[in-house]
């Protein structure tokens, strides 16, 4: 059986219990103080009963000494009480009281929105998108074949994990110091050098509660995750091109790999969507695709029976992100065009609100290494019939980060929500319900 409040608020830990005793002590002596200056006219027992043992002391002044006493007590026992509460749930990290009321408030009554994809890119957007609302549902990609994933995949059959961890992280109450833990690689020891401590949680965790599903559950318990993240498929299934020299190539890494344009892609077998990601969809008021690789992030998840035909059931306003560079292997020469016509083939575009692109250019010693490794600049070439009959909405997006060592360029996460908070009728509403039209909404 639940406790009451009350005594919640007195059980030991909160340093709550000395300031209510003290407020507590400053009603009764507010009363008795009441009593001494009401005199005769007051409660006369109490107030006989009082004289016989101060005869000495004027009425007057016993009353305001104690009224005095009682009003002060009062009011630092019911500050300080306050105070210890709202302390209490206030963040551990780089938060205050503010932070906490506006999260229990403002944010979860905010729009419902399902970002889809994989990679850096969603974990990216994310990132953002959290210090907005937290209905946020990430539907992330589970067809990774490559790296510690890969390993942990063949190893112990379970669905690989990478992925999922970054998006948790991007959505942990305190991703700084939990990426330390969770990004950390083994430098040694037979089967673990390489794997991320993170995907080795994971990876243990399926084993431990039977499904995928519920080891992403217990994750985002003890990472205090905001939203919820979710795999598109619980189905243990690899993801097949055909590439234009009509070879087939069955795996993510292997595909991302080879420099030969794809010609098509489909699944090793058949992938049903999870029921909560296709839940998600159907409610969500905004929905989110991309930034991520093309062939190996976005479109995994539409090759899942139910992903696609959700997100295009959806009454949800939809915006496609633009990604920033080419990819080697997969979208070599691609303009944003060709993003869309690929796209296109899986989602109604006509049905989706807008698309994100992107106005500014990388440094031109970042854009020299992109160029050197086969990449380039999306071309924004949206004019016209070209657009799908979505609004072209344009910013400069980008920033710089390192990733793995070297200088990596990315949508700001922060530029990125907050053009969506105003290009989005659902989230623009939302927010003005809450602030005025000339209130930073900067996090």
Known sequence: MRAPLFLKILLPGLGVKRWFFLAAGGVVLLVFGAFFLLGESGMRDLYNLFLRFLPAIRQPAVGAALATGGFLALVVGTSMMVRSILSAVAPEKGGSVAEALY?????KAAPHVVAIGGGTGLSNLLRGIKHYTTNLTAVVTVMDTGGSSGRLRRELDVLPPGDVRNCLLALAEDEERMAKFMQHRFTGGEGLAGHALGNVLLAGLEQATGGFDRAIEEA?????????VLPSTLDKVQLVAELADGRVIVGEAEIAADPTPIKRLWLSGPAKAYER?????AEADVILIGPGSLYTSILPNLLVDGIASAINRSQAEKFVIMNLMTEPGETIGYTAYDHLKVLSQYLDLRRFTGVIVNTEPPPPEIRERYWAEGSEPVKDDLHGPKTFGMRVIR?????????EGKPTVKHDPFKLAKLLTRESRALRHSWTRWFSPHTSTTP
Do not use: C, K, M
């Open 103 to 107: 999260q229990a408030r403002i944010l």
């Open 220 to 228: 985002s318990y003890f990472l205090s995750v905001r939203g919820q």
């Open 277 to 281: 990601a296709v839940q998600a969809i």
């Open 395 to 403: 910013a400069p997006l980008l920033t710089v980060v390192e990733i």
